[in-house]
Each structure stands twice: as C-alpha cells, then as structure tokens.
C-alpha cells in the first residue's frame, strides 16, 4: 500500500492566495520530499526535509514535518496560475532505500 | 547533460504481446527505479536498483521485469501484455541514498495502452 496519502485530493484558489497540502504517511522515514507534476510531464522535485527538521524554506515554499503525528504540509505562498499542477509527497521506506509517493494533490489557480 | 530519457513516448499493445520499456541516464546516479502512474492512484513504484548487477522489487512488480547491466541503463520489460497495465510509465534516477533517497530525476514518461 502506499505510504503518503495528499490531503485535499483537489484544491482551487485565485491568484495571490496561499495554497496548503498535506501529506501523511505510515512507518518510520529518514526524509520527506515534495514533488510537482505538470499535466503531461514527469515529476519535478521541489523540496527535501529530513526527519530531524521541523521546517525548510523554498522561495515561496515553507514545508513543515512532524514526525509524531506523520505528517507533512506544504505551503505555497501568493500562488500564481503557473502553479497548477499536481503536488506529490514521496516518503522513504526504512529500512530499504524505496521511496514511495502519495496519490497527490490537484491545484488549480486561476488568475 | 540530456538527464533521465525514456522510449518511446507512446506505444500501444495487444493483449498478450511483450515489449521493453528503454530508461537510460547519464548522470551517473546508482539509484533507478520505476513506477507506473494511474488516474486517482499517484505513483506506483514496480522495481528498483540501488546499482549495476542490483534489482528489487516494489510495490506492483508481477508482470513486469527489469536488470541493470550497466550503471546508465534500466530497462523494463513487459512479459504479456493485459490491459490492467495500460498506464504511463516513469523512470527515475537519483543518487545512491546514503540515509534516505535524495531528489529523483524523472523521465518524461511512456504512454502505454493495451488492447
């Protein structure tokens, strides 16, 4: 089964709001990253965070990780139209090195 | 650097018929894998190789194989097509995970479909 699971499956803001997706996930990790995916394309990454962080800044990103309740959110601030796309969580599978991806979040802005 | 490319881009299959997947890189990243991507159900991870000589598998493997001869090349071979495997297909390459996989690089996926 999978390992993270995105909440909301679908999200749609205007432009200049701030997008939140969240992640959760099951077992013991090392890392947590999130990943976008624009319609047609491979998967990007976007931001890494390791399982002893709290919060790691990306440019408009801010992704937060709490391990006590298995459970990541990511923040787009001030969104723009170019931020649709869909949003993935990947979480590695300890002790293997298996890194398994959640079933994402749809983002839609409109402008 | 071209990075992670897949072939084709699309293909489609009659039930029964077997093909292989091509995912070459040339970043010299050890770790490959594959997932196949279906509507609703994100990606799901079919085998993986933390090097040359070294495969295992994921969470959907049946019906798929894969080696790893070389560190660049990680080819996926459909034995007998069904059409349960009509999905689009991502190869990806990373690093070798020291404590955990770093950022993968993703293909830019096959289409495939099967009659």
């Known amino acids: 089964s999978q390992q993270g699971e995105e909440d909301p499956q679908a999200l749609s803001i205007q432009e200049g709001e701030n997008a939140t997706m969240n992640c959760s996930y099951k077992?013991?990790?090392?890392?947590l990253q999130w990943y976008r995916q624009n319609s047609g394309r491979g998967l990007v990454h976007l931001i890494l965070?390791?399982?002893?962080?709290r919060e790691k800044h990306s440019g408009r990103l801010r992704v937060t990780l709490d391990t006590s309740k298995k459970s990541s959110s990511l923040l787009i601030t001030a969104s723009r139209a170019a931020d649709t796309a869909s949003y993935f969580c990947?979480?590695?599978?300890?002790?293997?090195?298996?890194?398994?991806f959640g079933t994402g979040t749809r983002l839609q802005v409109f402008p | 650097n071209a990075g992670v490319t897949q072939t084709p881009k699309f293909q489609v299959l009659k039930t029964g018929q077997s093909m292989t997947l091509q995912c070459a890189q040339d970043?010299?990243?050890?770790?490959m894998s594959w997932y196949r991507q279906d509507p609703g159900m994100g990606l799901r991870l079919i085998h993986y190789?933390?090097?040359?000589?070294?495969?295992d598998q994921g969470e959907v493997p049946n019906g798929y194989n894969v080696s790893r001869s070389t560190t660049e090349d990680f080819p996926l071979r459909l034995l007998s097509a069904a059409p349960s495997q009509t999905s689009v297909y991502f190869c990806?390459?990373?690093?070798?995970?020291?404590?955990?996989?770093?950022?993968?690089?993703f293909g830019p996926g096959t289409r495939l479909t099967v009659l």
């Open positions: 990806a390459s990373s690093p070798l995970p020291g404590t955990g996989p770093k950022e993968q690089f």
């Open positions: 077992t013991s990790i090392n890392n």
């Open positions: 965070i390791r399982s002893n962080e």
């Open positions: 990947a979480t590695d599978d300890s002790p293997t090195d298996k890194l398994i």
């Open positions: 970043m010299n990243h050890e770790y």
């Open positions: 190789s933390v090097g040359a000589g070294i495969t």
